[in-house]
């Protein structure tokens, strides 16, 4: 496969910025979770550092995956970011229900979605200002 045909598939979902920012996000969480594995299994990671180092991915995950995301547009990249973060947070409550059955619907659940939101929302403003104008 050659690689303009690659960057023809990642240019067409360029066209839809939130699954375009969650792509992103979503490829940097699995990049961070491969390496907080490797520290776990062979450094010296306890399991504290472990749900620290978890919720840090998460939300740098987010935070570049909204930058992403309200890049591809040309106005309310807090809109977009936030809406990146809402999906991303929402699809980390799907696999933490259906596949783990470890989130619960409480504040404190409801409180990880919206600073997701926030976070992305931030990140939007963040990559709208830093949009170059070809």
Known sequence: ??????????AALRRFPILY???WSLLL?????????LLAQYGNLQPRGIT???YIIHCTAVFFGSISASRCVDSRGWFY????????????VAIGIFVYNT???????????LLMAVIGAFGGMIGMS????D
Not at 29 to 34: K, N, P, S, T, Y
Not at 130 to 133: F, I, K, Q, S, V
């Open 1 to 10: 496969m050659s690689s303009s045909q690659e960057s023809g598939r990642l």
């Open 29 to 37: 969480a699995a990049i961070g979770i491969v390496i907080v594995f």
């Open 81 to 92: 970011g936030g809406l990146t973060g809402l999906l991303y947070a929402l699809l980390m």
């Open 103 to 113: 989130f619960t619907i409480d504040g404190s659940g409801l409180f990880r979605v």
């Open 52 to 54: 620290a180092a978890a």
């Open 21 to 23: 920012g969650c792509f």
């Open 130 to 133: 830093t949009r170059r104008d």
